[in-house]
């Protein structure tokens, strides 16, 4: 029998913390079903939310808000660290079995719902030791094998002998750019995925491909196509918080002034000067330095929307970074959206095949400060013990107007 997952995704602004927070204490009050379950932490599924401080650009949890339950996986990552999806994945998944253990309940929250979709189905992340150790004695895939001879020979050399840590796209950009390079002649589809800054994702295709002997790609599109693949690590309860744009836009445009009177500029402030002397010993005095904005805490919204603002601070720069930082914050959200209709919600369809192991809920979060209770915590803590006392749920589509509107669109496969 699968052991339970709770998790909460949805777009920033439609209070993905509080209904995580919610849960947990209600869960500390009693035991639930045969098995027992007590108790529940919470794990971060925002990307972003891993980096130390920075608690205003990164929208974390206040510690007052929440309530003494426990929050894992944030605020632990150095700021100019990277930290990827696997490895969050991995981390997240000694948590789980550990509450497992002790009989609590696992809630993931979190705006990253790339990451929560890899937690919950397995198999899709091809991993460097996909290949047996022995992988001397496996055969070469044609088709990559004549990539191979056909390189030129420094990256012959270099995919001979792959470095143990990827160079900095700063300090080396040379080898940054040669390492994409390499990729995107051995395995076009993946190399084009990553930007060649981005050092880590480019060594560990490669990485991939020197161990199994084939495309990282090709090990990709068998996992999408084998069974096994769409099967859940758990019993899991997916809660998406939604809200409609004309109820979600102006709360997110107000959040954005709330951050600036809550001290997001002298965060962006710091933000530089980590970029700075991440950056001062590599580039001469006389040059100036170039940010990346693509790695790490740096992709938080704000820091590079304030970007002139911080070599300009006159009242129309200003002006012009806060619509930017608004701008850019409504069109991530529709990201967030798009990855869950378009990604989650077709893998949930595809692992349901047989028999309901994932249950997507939409919970309406439009008019959070009014209906709150009535539309998003009853809900929720209804159908969470409905699966821990081991009772039928209700049908996803029969909680509100929205949720049966939007469950019932079509969406793309899952593969």
């Not at 894992?72 to 981390?91: I, N, R, T």
């Not at 792959?162 to 080396?172: C, F, G, I, V």
Request: include cysteine.
């Amino acid at each position: 029998m699968l052991k339970p997952l709770i998790t909460v995704c949805g777009t920033t602004g439609v209070g993905k913390s509080k209904l995580a927070i919610e849960l947990a204490l209600h869960l500390a009050k009693k035991q639930f079903g045969d098995q027992g379950w007590r108790g529940a932490r919470v794990i971060n599924a925002d990307s972003m939310q891993v980096y130390k401080g920075l608690d205003v650009i990164t929208n974390k949890v206040p510690q007052s808000e929440m309530e003494g339950v426990e929050h894992l996986l944030m605020g632990f990552k150095d700021p100019g660290e990277q930290y990827v999806v696997g490895e969050w994945v991995e981390d997240s998944l000694k948590l789980i079995n550990e509450m497992h253990q002790r009989k609590e309940v696992p809630i993931v929250v979190g705006g990253t719902s790339y990451w929560i979709q890899h937690l919950i189905f397995p198999n899709r992340l091809a991993k460097p030791n996909e290949a047996p150790s022995t992988s001397d004695a496996l055969p070469w895939d044609p088709q990559l094998q004549d990539a191979i001879q056909a390189l030129p020979p420094d990256l012959r050399t270099l995919f001979e002998n792959l470095p143990q840590e990827p160079p900095s796209a700063k300090a080396d950009p040379d080898a940054a750019f040669r390492l994409h390079s390499l990729l995107l002649l051995l395995d076009p589809s993946v190399g084009q995925r990553w930007h060649w800054k981005d050092t880590r994702k480019v060594l560990h295709s490669l990485t991939i491909i020197r161990s199994a002997r084939r495309r990282a790609s090709d090990i990709i599109a068998q996992q999408a196509g084998s069974s096994s693949a769409s099967q859940p690590r758990f019993r899991t309860l997916c809660f998406w918080l939604f809200a409609e744009a004309s109820y979600l836009e102006p709360r997110l445009d107000s959040r954005v002034d709330d951050m600036i009177e809550k001290g997001l500029l002298e965060e962006i402030r710091e933000l530089r000067r980590i970029a700075d002397a991440a950056t001062q010993a590599t580039v001469p005095e006389s040059t100036s330095p170039q940010y990346d904005y693509t790695l790490g805490i740096y992709q938080a919204i704000g820091y590079k929307e304030f970007h002139n603002f911080l070599d300009n601070s006159s009242d129309s720069v200003f002006k012009e970074s806060v619509e930017r930082m608004k701008i850019s914050t409504r069109q991530y959200a529709k990201k967030q959206i798009s990855w869950i209709r378009n990604k989650l919600m077709p893998a949930v369809k595809e692992a349901n095949a047989e028999t309901d192991t994932v249950s997507l809920y939409l919970l309406d979060a439009a008019e959070v400060d009014e209906r709150w209770e009535d539309r998003v915590q009853k809900p929720a803590i209804d159908v969470t013990e409905k699966l821990l006392l081991g009772e039928s749920l209700p049908d996803p589509r029969s909680l509100s107007q929205v949720a049966n509107d939007l469950l019932n669109t079509p969406n793309k496969s899952a593969k």
